[in-house]
């Protein structure tokens, strides 16, 4: 599959594709040095992760001007990849921790040097003052500026243990006042922290859907030598992620995330010589090819859960072979009945609107497709109309609720609903499966209620599948044979 963010086969909002298609070729980001120090800088530590220069281990050398570390870095990139753009990227410590004619020196340098059309400042939600945001808000105005923002966690009890110095509520506040002033935030988060599990981790990705930002950096915890986390992993031996674990709840998170957040980072390393573990993330190209791998296992995406039709469209794709009959038991406008259609040998079609069936047939034409029998009548006579099908079916879909855009007053019903079930499963084959998209509504939730309830107690195996962020959303129940 192509997915529509992303220009070299990656199923995710690649950083790559979107800076192209902002600048119209290839552009670099150069990590740099300021010479920034951190607030959270306290008897000597700061957050327990970070590594003495500031989890800038691969910026320049600050003992350097801006300009040589600048040429140094792209001179690398220039072996590769000449007369491209660049980014200057403000890495280590906390950058914007400095009074604003500090800031505006270091600053407005980078903006003249040749090809750069931008700059990242890595930085703390406790760290923008509002004469920096000021300063930034006109900075903004003169070239594309980027605010990465370290959050790690929303899980104040995790902060606090990491010794993170803020709150949620001050990292949401500072993402609302940049964002206010249309300054583009990217956040960085850690997976694998002391004491989360998956379900905290996914809770981090799930806040950061309700919040307004463009970008996020997901990484794995590693633990650096002379370090406050050298000293707790040593301590309490804490479960550091496997490879194969993270690898998994990465693709969780590229499932939940909005298709429109740009991913920078999906996984990180350390300096190989201060490095005590894990290995593994050494392998960078590894981790990141088998995250491509997995979410191609998978055939999934970024943004898949964020409507549970992708989750249906995805079992029909798996389920349905070219030799297979399939049933659209409320083919509605006909959408669900053409995508079988195309992926089966023979479809039979049923909804009780003739307006229904009328809007069907006119999409089949429009494809010319000739594979469908429509029925213009109601899906519990389904067992009668396909007598001669019993054990044949692999597939049937039942749409539930009201015709879109058509009269509301015209609903499915759980007498009908349930009758055309029964009917239903005699008709399965061996591998057959029913899917059965349900709705909130009062009367949608009367009825798959009453599903639930006919499943359980005749102990039919099945399995429902939610729009994970929001409770109020359509879902899917799975039936298998």
């Known amino acids: 599959m192509n997915f529509k963010y992303s220009s070299d086969n990656k199923r995710y909002h690649t950083l790559n594709y979107d800076l192209i298609k902002r600048f119209g070729t290839r552009v670099f980001k150069v990590s740099l040095n300021g010479g920034f120090s951190c607030p959270n800088f306290k008897n000597g530590s700061g957050c327990i992760f970070c590594s003495a220069k500031g989890s ?38 906390t950058n914007t921790f400095a009074p604003v004619d500090v800031l505006r020196k270091k600053f407005e340098k980078v903006l003249t040097f040749k090809n750069v059309v931008g700059i990242n400042i890595g930085t703390r939600p406790d760290a923008i003052t509002d004469e920096c945001l000021d300063y930034l808000c006109d900075l903004n105005k003169r070239t594309y500026l980027t605010i990465e923002l370290g959050l790690q966690s929303m899980h104040d009890k995790t902060l606090r243990l990491i010794n993170r110095g803020h709150d949620l509520e001050c990292f949401d506040s500072c993402v609302k006042r940049l964002r ?122 970024q943004g898949f859960n964020k409507s549970i039709l992708n989750r249906a469209d995805l079992i029909c794709e798996k389920v349905i072979k070219k030799t297979d009959i399939t049933v659209d038991a409320t083919c509605g406008n006909g959408n669900d009945t053409l995508k079988l259609a ?115 107690n005749n102990k039919i195996n099945y399995t429902e599948y939610h729009n994970t962020d929001n409770n109020n959303a359509p879902f899917l129940i799975e039936i298998k044979k």
């Open 56 to 93: 800038g281990d691969f910026a320049g050398n600050k003992e350097d001007d801006l300009l040589k570390q600048f040429n140094e870095i792209k001179s690398k990139l220039n072996n590769k990849w000449p007369d491209t753009k660049y980014i200057a990227y403000f890495q280590a410590n």
């Open 180 to 301: 206010k002033n249309n300054i583009n935030v990217v956040v960085h988060i850690i997976n694998g922290l002391p004491g989360e599990n998956n379900k905290m981790m996914m809770e981090t990705i799930k806040h950061l859907n309700k919040l307004d930002i463009q970008g996020i950096k997901i990484h794995m915890l590693h633990v650096l030598k002379n370090t406050e986390l050298e000293k707790y992993y040593k301590k309490t031996k804490f479960h550091l992620l496997t490879k194969k674990e993270y690898v998994n709840i990465v693709c969780d998170q590229i499932e939940e995330l909005k298709e429109n957040i740009v991913i920078h980072r999906l996984t990180g390393d350390g300096a190989k010589d201060d490095l005590i573990a894990p290995l593994w993330i050494l392998k960078k190209v590894s981790v990141l090819n088998d995250i491509d791998k997995e979410l191609k296992r998978r055939n999934t995406y």
């Open 342 to 456: 195309k992926l089966s040998k023979k479809v039979f079609s049923f909804d009780i609107q003739k307006n229904a069936i009328e809007n069907t047939n006119l999409l089949l034409k429009t494809n010319k497709i000739n594979n469908v029998t429509l029925i213009n009548d109601s899906h519990e006579k389904i067992k009668e109309y396909l007598q001669d099908y019993k054990e044949k079916i692999s597939l049937i879909i039942f749409n539930l609720g009201y015709l879109p855009k058509g009269d509301k007053k015209i609903l499915t019903n759980k007498k009908s609903t349930l009758e055309a079930l029964k009917n239903s499963l005699p008709l399965l084959n061996k591998k057959g499966t029913i899917l059965i998209t349900c709705y909130p509504h009062k009367e949608g939730k009367e009825e798959a209620d009453a599903i639930l309830k006919f499943l359980k």
